[in-house]
């Protein structure tokens, strides 16, 4: 049984090797509809694993605040958004980017031991800058309502499904849920080698 268990973590390690190349948004420049919005979130595995782990992470901090902590990210997410449009250059986007899905893993694996404002005051800082990413990807003026409101179903939807993947995983043991920080922390300390 733990044979299996050890496989399937460097599986998934591998399957997220694989993808590195997806990451940062390839060749998107579609303007600022809904179905945009809609659509950006899942063009870049650093964002889907990011937002998955967001949801996962607000599982293990307690039933308090399971809808709380991705309703910040994502609301902070816009904001980001709304900052790129404004022409405000944030540095080092692509490595806090990539810290976060470190950070996040690590915060999985330590399970509640960090002080939740703390890790709050790092999730909103995690949110801005992916927020900026989605900002500075599209189209300057692109940056519509309907764009926002795609882009945060979308959002909220990776969240979800980071929320049940981690209400699943519960139920089987909480160790499973500490494991999945090890594709987490591999996947984020890639991308810090590869900036």
């Known amino acids: 049984m733990k044979n299996k268990n050890y496989q399937r973590v460097l599986l998934s390690i591998g399957m997220l090797m694989a993808a590195l190349p997806l990451s940062a948004h390839p060749l998107w420049s ?3 509809s809904l179905s945009s919005g809609l659509l950006h979130p899942f063009l870049g595995i650093d964002h889907v694993i990011a937002m998955l782990a967001v949801g996962m ?3 293990q ?6 809808w ?3 309703l910040v990210f994502s609301l902070i997410l816009l904001m980001g958004v709304v900052l790129a ?3 405000i250059q944030l540095p080092m986007t692509e490595t806090i980017i990539a810290l976060s899905i470190l950070i ?3 915060l999985i694996s330590m399970r509640s031991s960090v002080h939740l404002y703390i890790g709050m005051l790092m999730i909103a800082c995690f949110a801005i800058y992916h927020g900026y990413a989605h900002g500075i990807a599209i189209p300057a003026g692109a940056i519509t309502v309907e764009y926002l409101t795609g882009l945060w179903l979308s959002t909220a939807l990776l969240h979800f499904a980071g929320i049940l993947a981690a209400l ?3 139920h ?8 999945c920080s090890v594709p987490l922390i591999g996947l984020g300390s890639l991308l810090l080698l590869s900036i």
């Not at 901090?61 to 399971?66: I, K, L, P, Q, Y």
């Open 168 to 170: 699943f995983m519960q």
């Open 61 to 66: 901090r307690g039933a308090r605040f399971v």
């Open 172 to 179: 089987v043991s909480n160790r499973v849920l500490r494991w």
């Open 68 to 70: 709380k902590i991705p």
């Open 57 to 59: 992470w607000a599982v």
């Open 104 to 106: 996040l893993g690590i």
């Open 30 to 32: 579609e303007g600022g």
């Open 85 to 87: 449009g404004t022409g």
